[in-house]
Structure formats: structure tokens, C-alpha cells
């Protein structure tokens, strides 16, 4: 535990702008899975989507930049198209075309397996299948935001695999 939170101390000094962009993107985050009624939900997100694409261009993220802005795309127009098989083809093409095009090394698949999962959870699949998916994006995302030495990405994402599994549980009781 001490080493944990040497290395967040750490990563925090070094790099004290991003690392606060970070936090403000993830308190946008809490506050949107907090929230219950969807037409705000998208719109927190949307919010914390600009931030997160802030804070990823600033570190250098390239792919996980432009994938928020794809998010933040989607997002935007989620209530709206949700559903509609030609939006869910377009930005599922769209994620791998990023991928495709802007691939480094293993590690840059993470978000684009990340926004595909998000994609069909959020567009496609309802109830307790949507968030068992969100549940495996997460800990996607969580391995990503670890190899990247993102620390709010580490902390959003523990949080949505917290929330997920306890909302997982309470669907299965009901």
C-alpha cells in the first residue's frame, strides 16, 4: 500500500497539470454514474469526455485522445440514435479504423477494445449484458490507464468496475 501511493505521489509531482485535468475528469465521471436520469448522464459525460481528451493529448496518449473524441462524438448523439444499427457500424468502424491507423505496440489496442465494448453496451445491449460489458471494459481500461501511468484513469475505472459489479448484483437479486 505504501508503494501505491508513493508512486501516486510521484506521478503527481512529476506531472502535477495533467494529473489535475485527470481528477477533473474523473469527478465529472463519478458525478455522471452517480446520476440517474440519462439525458444528464450523457451530458456530464460529454463533459468529462472533453477533459479526458485534454489530459490524454497532454500525456501523449494519441489513440486514447482521439478514441475519447470519437467517445465524445458518440456520446453526444447516443440518445438519439440509440439502437440504430448504422450509428453502432460507424463508430465500431470507426474504432478500428484508429486502431489500424494509429497502432504502436500492444498496448495502444486497449482503448479501441475499450470503445468497442463501450459502443455495444451503451448502443446495443440492455440491462444486466450491458454491464457485464462495461464491467470487462473496464478492467480494460484499468490495465491501459496502468501501463500509462494515468492515475485518475486507474481511479474512474475502479470506480465503474465497483459500481458494475454492485449494480450487477442488485440486477441478479431482482
Known amino acids: 500500500m505504501n508503494s501505491i501511493l508513493n508512486n501516486f505521489l510521484q506521478l503527481y509531482s512529476q506531472n502535477p497539470l495533467w494529473q489535475t485535468i485527470g481528477i477533473i475528469a474523473f469527478v465529472f465521471w463519478l458525478i455522471a454514474f452517480l446520476n440517474k436520469e440519462d439525458k444528464k448522464f450523457y451530458i456530464i459525460i460529454v463533459i468529462s469526455n472533453l477533459f479526458w481528451i485534454i489530459h490524454f493529448s497532454i ?82 481500461w484499468f490495465i491501459y490507464s496502468y501501463v500509462s501511468g494515468s492515475i485518475w484513469g486507474m481511479i474512474s475505472e475502479a470506480f465503474m468496475i465497483s459500481a458494475s459489479l454492485i449494480t450487477i448484483s442488485r440486477l441478479l437479486i431482482d
Open 59 to 140: 500525456i501523449w496518449l494519441g489513440i486514447a485522445a482521439l478514441a475519447n473524441t470519437l467517445n465524445l462524438l458518440r456520446n453526444i448523439s447516443a440518445l438519439k440514435f440509440k439502437w440504430n444499427i448504422y450509428f453502432i457500424l460507424w463508430f465500431l468502424g470507426a474504432y478500428i479504423w484508429l486502431w489500424v491507423y494509429l497502432y504502436q505496440n500492444i498496448y495502444s489496442t486497449l482503448p479501441i477494445i475499450w470503445w468497442i465494448f463501450w459502443t455495444l453496451a451503451v448502443l446495443y445491449l440492455k440491462w444486466i449484458h450491458g454491464r457485464i460489458l462495461l464491467l470487462f471494459a473496464s478492467w480494460v
